[in-house]
């Protein structure tokens, strides 16, 4: 017998692997890596303060030479620019550019259509009490330390 939590569990994982799915759909038509879709993602986060290779590498787990040549493909396709840092010439900040921005707005698009999609099969009644009970799981996972707390991205998005 499955107990609670596996059931629980499983749910999850279930509605997750959809999302996914979308996303990596998205990904596959955009001709992207998902290491350059996610690096687009977190320089139209921080677009405000441009950001450092070495970051890069840092934030995403690679080697400066692997952000390097990433960057090199971002930087072909127009979706990044590389400019001197005015507090250090030694630094390049990498800013994405508009081109990039339509980019992650379209993945955005995708992603929030296929939510709308999976939820679609609960009423707003039910989606409200749906939140409230994951609400607690998710604050509790997150001041433990589990999981990243949502972006400032994110919370704008709930906002809306």
Do not use: C, H
Not at 31 to 57: C, H, K, M, P
Not at 111 to 139: G, N
């Amino acid at each position: 017998m499955t107990s609670r939590t596996e059931r629980l569990a499983d749910l999850l994982r279930t509605i997750l692997f959809a999302q996914r799915a979308a996303g990596e759909e998205w990904i596959r038509q955009s001709g992207l890596t998902r290491s350059q879709s996610f690096t687009l993602a977190y320089l139209d986060e921080n677009r405000d303060r441009g950001v450092i290779a070495r970051e890069l590498a840092e934030m995403s787990g690679t080697t400066p030479a692997s952000v390097t040549s990433l960057l090199q493909g971002l930087e072909e396709r127009g979706y990044i620019t590389r400019e001197s840092s005015p507090t250090d010439s030694r630094a390049k900040l990498i800013r994405i550019t508009p081109e990039g921005t339509q980019v992650v707005t379209g993945f955005d698009d995708v992603m929030t259509a296929a939510q709308e999609r999976i939820f679609a099969v609960l009423d707003d009644a039910d989606q409200d009490a749906l939140i409230a009970l994951l609400q607690p799981l998710a604050d509790s996972v997150v001041e433990a330390g589990d999981a990243p707390p949502p972006s400032a991205t994110e919370l704008n998005r709930r906002r809306r």
